[in-house]
């Protein structure tokens, strides 16, 4: 099957999908084209057991500007409403897929393209790396889940700072924050980011795509509810082949070969 266009690259390298998004010209800005070739993407990395991690890059100098701003002024209110809506459907694909999704950010991210970011599982970024939330420099409020992701992780105080002001955040001040995960020299950016998927891609996947679930439920369900839902899910991981795998080889005093199963 042959995934992907024009606007966005898609290979699939043993357990590890790889989506480039590829309008470099304009520093990866969204179009409609790109974002349904990454539903389309999304949607086979979750029927296909063999493809375990996807990893979410930019071509050329930057990870994504977000919206495309040489084109703002021109499109109608139905155009942005159903814009919007394939990117609200598409951040869902990514928080609902049950396989770590991993941003792998060099240049700026920058408005819906930084939100983009955030909706992933894990961030790694070069060490050049800004992000920003434009949208107040064209008058807009964020789109992607701006709202939702930064004031969960920063509060709402900060979060309101970062959207009122539009202002860069340098990639040190991203880690301090916690908004991302890794930072590496630009040159061993791509490398270091396949090694990453490709030991979580070894991991145990039917349970870190529980334990994605749980901690995206957390964010807004209570103690006792994510507390009963861990006691349900380890009652079914129990079950598992995994499982079973891990303790045996921890008995054999051997790393687990898991096969997500």
């Not at 202002?167 to 630009?186: D, K, Q």
């Not at 998927?197 to 994605?212: E, V, Y």
Request: charged share 25%; with cysteine.
């Amino acid at each position: 099957m042959r995934l992907g266009n024009e606007h966005v690259v898609v290979q699939v390298s043993g357990p590890v999908m790889s989506c480039v998004l590829n309008r470099p010209d304009s520093l990866n800005a969204f179009s409609d084209q790109m974002i349904l070739g990454l539903h389309e993407a999304l949607g086979e990395a979750k029927k296909n057991d063999d493809i375990k991690v996807v990893m979410l890059s930019g071509a050329g100098r930057a990870f994504s500007a977000g919206g495309d701003v040489k084109n703002m002024g021109e499109a109608s209110a139905q155009d942005i409403y159903d814009h919007v809506g394939l990117l609200n459907e598409l951040i869902l694909m990514i928080k609902q897929l049950p396989k770590p999704v991993i941003a792998v950010v060099h240049g700026y991210a920058a408005g819906a393209g930084f939100n983009l970011a955030l909706a992933c599982d894990q961030i790694l970024a070069g060490e050049e790396s800004k992000f920003v939330l434009s949208f107040a420099q064209v008058g807009l409020v964020a789109d992607g889940g701006g709202h939702y992701f930064l004031s969960r992780m920063l509060g709402p105080y900060r979060a309101k700072e970062l959207l009122f002001r539009a202002e860069p955040i340098p990639v040190e001040t991203a880690v301090e924050w916690g908004l991302i995960n890794r930072i590496f020299p630009l040159d061993r950016l791509e490398d270091e980011a396949m090694n990453y998927a490709l030991s979580l891609s070894k991991g145990p996947g039917r349970a870190m795509g529980m334990m994605k679930r749980i901690v995206d439920e957390a964010e807004k369900a209570d103690l006792a509810a994510i507390l009963e839902q861990e006691r349900v899910t380890q009652t079914m991981m129990v079950t598992t082949n995994d499982h079973l795998e891990g303790v045996q080889a921890f008995k054999e005093k051997r790393k687990p070969v898991f096969a997500g199963k």
